[in-house]
């Protein structure tokens, strides 16, 4: 049975950070469910925030960060990123990471919504996650064992300490690595909806691995879902980056009417979930919805990957418009940790997307997510290396308890389509109720409780889809509020009770009954889910 001081699930830029650190003193392994470069990092256009200008100050870049996540941040997680993510670039740099510059040299700071200055570092015009995860995974080179195609389905735990994963390939074999520690870095759950901006297969796996191993998990009410996805009568073809609008890009609708105008003074700036629901409502009166980028000179250079998928779309950028269509982007909440990627399972840390240091709030900041990644990516690894290594068990079973199961599963397009309708850009408690009692048919009690499944690898794909679905739906009823990621039609105004999330997060618990029957789980008013409290009964 393979051994190593660290597994890493997933292979994105928090998982590379954490490891580039990690592989100086310790045995590290990636396992990745598809191939390394298949994951969101990969195709962030927009860049990394970070203050770098002499004139820029961590306390705006903190200020920035807050106000769009709504004040449901944690402060001192704020703190750590605008501080650290300073240090971090600059030794990125150092190391010859290269960012785009003007002509004198000087780094070419891009602005995005929200951000009240430049503050934006990008690489290759647009391609910085690409550019970043290669530089990365070039330092790892010969460091890091690395395991494609095999998905993680569920930790192993022994005396309530993580001690490893159990992992299923393309064959449907079934293996265990046993860990020291074990790291999920597993990203978001965008292909939970029909239209995404994240990579193919991002759909929650490491939330509910988390989830039926006991761990807590907090905000999964707030996703983000990014105003300008390349739309076209084939559907989705990818991402249009903020940068874009940063760049001067208006939003018309096919009158040519410029509606943002009429929203929020910042325009196409505003908030993203104030543009995707200004762009969702042009759509739902018929009218399509285009980024005006006439004005902007150089587009190609300036924007080649943006300027390929295009094409490759047959869109003809002489004309200066891009459809558009709003797609779910990222997730505020996750695994809860705390600002070591600690969770609350010994053994057990979580980094990156999947996390929730609390650091989004409401609504991440344009470009806050691959600095997140780097900043605790790092910050992990060096509490694992402080840490004096405890004993575990290598004499764990190898054939694992796993339950067979029997069930007709739904196709992963009919509950994509469930979520985009009914937990998408607008909620209300009828569509809600309708939508958790739809995935109820299917999700069996087991697949809550936390034994392990037998299946293939698209199953346990599914399983996690419904689980994750399940989650984020139950936490959607319990937040009778609208807050960035969760906008409740049905209560459309932020409460200020809700504002102070430390206070209510410790003083406030309470019992939330999700079903009469299925599933009695402790939830408190910060839509924090103990699994260890779920009651399941047949
Ligand atoms: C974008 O380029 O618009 C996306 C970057 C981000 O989500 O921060």
Same mark, same amino acid.
């Given at each position: 049975?393979?051994?190593?001081?660290?597994?890493?699930?997933?292979?994105?830029?928090?998982?590379?950070?954490?490891?580039?650190?990690?592989?100086?003193?310790?045995?590290?392994?990636?396992?990745?469910?598809?191939?390394?470069?298949?994951?969101?990092?990969?195709?962030?256009?927009?860049?990394?925030?970070?203050?770098?200008?002499?004139?820029?100050?961590?306390?705006?870049?903190?200020?920035?960060?807050?106000?769009?996540?709504?004040?449901?941040?944690?402060?001192?997680?704020?703190?750590?990123?605008?501080?650290?993510?300073?240090?971090?670039?600059?030794?990125?740099?150092?190391?010859?990471?290269?960012?785009?510059?003007?002509?004198?040299?000087?780094?070419?700071?891009?602005?995005?919504?929200?951000?009240?200055?430049?503050?934006?570092?990008?690489?290759?015009?647009?391609?910085?996650?690409?550019?970043?995860?290669?530089?990365?995974?070039?330092?790892?080179?010969?460091?890091?064992?690395?395991?494609?195609?095999?998905?993680?389905?569920?930790?192993?735990?022994?005396?309530?300490?993580?001690?490893?994963?159990?992992?299923?390939?393309?064959?449907?074999?079934?293996?265990?690595?046993?860990?020291?520690?074990?790291?999920?870095?597993?990203?978001?759950?965008?292909?939970?909806?029909?239209?995404?901006?994240?990579?193919?297969?991002?759909?929650?796996?490491?939330?509910?691995?988390?989830?039926?191993?006991?761990?807590?998990?907090?905000?999964?009410?707030?996703?983000?879902?990014?105003?300008?996805?390349?739309?076209?009568?084939?559907?989705?073809?990818?991402?249009?980056?903020?940068?874009?609008?940063?760049?001067?890009?208006?939003?018309?609708?096919?009158?040519?009417?410029?509606?943002?105008?009429?929203?929020?003074?910042?325009?196409?700036?505003?908030?993203?979930?104030?543009?995707?629901?200004?762009?969702?409502?042009?759509?739902?009166?018929?009218?399509?919805?285009?980024?005006?980028?006439?004005?902007?000179?150089?587009?190609?250079?300036?924007?080649?990957?943006?300027?390929?998928?295009?094409?490759?779309?047959?869109?003809?950028?002489?004309?200066?418009?891009?459809?558009?269509?709003?797609?779910?982007?990222?997730?505020?909440?996750?695994?809860?940790?705390?600002?070591?990627?600690?969770?609350?399972?010994?053994?057990?840390?979580?980094?990156?997307?999947?996390?929730?240091?609390?650091?989004?709030?409401?609504?991440?900041?344009?470009?806050?997510?691959?600095?997140?990644?780097?900043?605790?990516?790092?910050?992990?690894?060096?509490?694992?290396?402080?840490?004096?290594?405890?004993?575990?068990? #290598?004499?764990?079973?190898?054939? =694992?308890?796993?339950? @067979?199961?029997?069930? $007709?599963?739904?196709?992963? +397009? &009919? !509950?994509?389509?469930?979520?985009?309708?009914?937990?998408?850009?607008?909620?209300?408690?009828?569509?809600?109720?309708?939508?958790?009692?739809?995935?109820?048919?299917?999700?069996?009690?087991?697949?809550?409780?936390?034994?392990?499944?037998?299946?293939?690898?698209?199953?346990?794909?599914?399983?996690?889809?419904?689980?994750?679905?399940?989650?984020?739906?139950?936490?959607?009823?319990?937040?009778?509020? #609208?807050?960035?990621?969760?906008? =409740?039609?049905?209560? @459309?105004?932020?409460? $200020?009770?809700?504002?102070? +999330? &430390? !206070?209510?997060?410790?003083?406030?618990?309470?019992?939330?009954?999700?079903?009469?029957?299925?599933?009695?789980?402790?939830?408190?008013?910060?839509?924090?889910?103990?699994?260890?409290?779920?009651?399941?009964?047949?």
């Amino acid at each position: 049975m393979p051994f190593t001081d660290v597994v890493i699930i997933g292979s994105g830029i928090a998982a590379l950070s954490a490891a580039k650190q990690l592989c100086k003193h310790k045995n590290v392994m990636i396992i990745t469910k598809s191939r390394l470069e298949d994951s969101n990092s990969m195709l962030a256009q927009g860049g990394v925030a970070a203050v770098i200008d002499q004139h820029d100050d961590w306390q705006d870049h903190y200020h920035d960060t807050i106000v769009a996540g709504c004040f449901h941040n944690k402060d001192s997680a704020v703190k750590q990123l605008v501080k650290d993510g300073t240090i971090r670039i600059q030794n990125l740099i150092e190391e010859g990471m290269i960012f785009d510059q003007k002509e004198d040299g000087t780094i070419d700071l891009g602005k995005e919504g929200a951000h009240n200055r430049n503050r934006i570092l990008h690489a290759g015009g647009d391609a910085t996650g690409k550019l970043l995860v290669e530089f990365m995974l070039h330092q790892l080179k010969e460091k890091v064992t690395f395991v494609e195609q095999e998905m993680a389905i569920d930790l192993i735990l022994e005396n309530g300490q993580c001690s490893g994963i159990t992992t299923i390939d393309l064959h449907g074999i079934v293996k265990n690595y046993i860990a020291r520690h074990v790291i999920l870095a597993t990203g978001g759950c965008g292909g939970l909806y029909e239209v995404t901006s994240n990579a193919e297969g991002m759909t929650g796996d490491g939330l509910s691995i988390a989830f039926r191993a006991g761990a807590e998990l907090s905000d999964l009410e707030f996703i983000q879902f990014h105003p300008t996805l390349l739309y076209t009568a084939n559907g989705n073809k990818g991402l249009i980056s903020e940068a874009v609008r940063g760049e001067g890009a208006t939003l018309i609708n096919d009158q040519g009417y410029r509606f943002m105008e009429g929203v929020h003074q910042q325009f196409e700036l505003a908030p993203r979930d104030v543009v995707a629901r200004a762009i969702q409502y042009e759509r739902s009166q018929g009218r399509n919805v285009y980024l005006d980028i006439s004005m902007i000179p150089h587009f190609d250079k300036r924007f080649p990957t943006i300027t390929s998928i295009c094409e490759e779309a047959g869109i003809d950028l002489s004309k200066g418009l891009i459809p558009v269509a709003p797609g779910a982007h990222f997730m505020m909440g996750g695994i809860k940790t705390n600002t070591k990627g600690e969770t609350s399972i010994p053994g057990l840390y979580a980094v990156g997307e999947v996390a929730c240091t609390g650091v989004h709030g409401a609504n991440r900041l344009a470009s806050n997510s691959l600095l997140e990644g780097i900043v605790f990516g790092h910050n992990l690894a060096q509490v694992i290396l402080e840490q004096h290594n405890q004993t575990i068990s #290598s004499h764990l079973n190898t054939v =694992r308890d796993i339950k @067979p199961f029997k069930a $007709d599963l739904p196709e992963k +397009n &009919e !509950i994509q389509k469930m979520m985009t309708t009914y937990v998408g850009i607008e909620r209300d408690l009828n569509g809600l109720t309708f939508v958790k009692n739809w995935v109820e048919q299917y999700l069996s009690p087991h697949w809550l409780k936390g034994p392990l499944i037998k299946g293939t690898k698209e199953e346990v794909a599914v399983i996690n889809m419904l689980t994750t679905s399940w989650l984020i739906i139950t936490s959607a009823i319990v937040r009778t509020e #609208s807050r960035g990621g969760h906008f =409740r039609s049905d209560y @459309p105004m932020s409460l $200020d009770k809700w504002q102070n +999330n &430390e !206070i209510i997060r410790h003083n406030n618990q309470v019992m939330f009954t999700v079903d009469q029957s299925l599933v009695r789980s402790e939830i408190n008013e910060s839509n924090q889910i103990n699994s260890n409290a779920a009651t399941v009964f047949y």
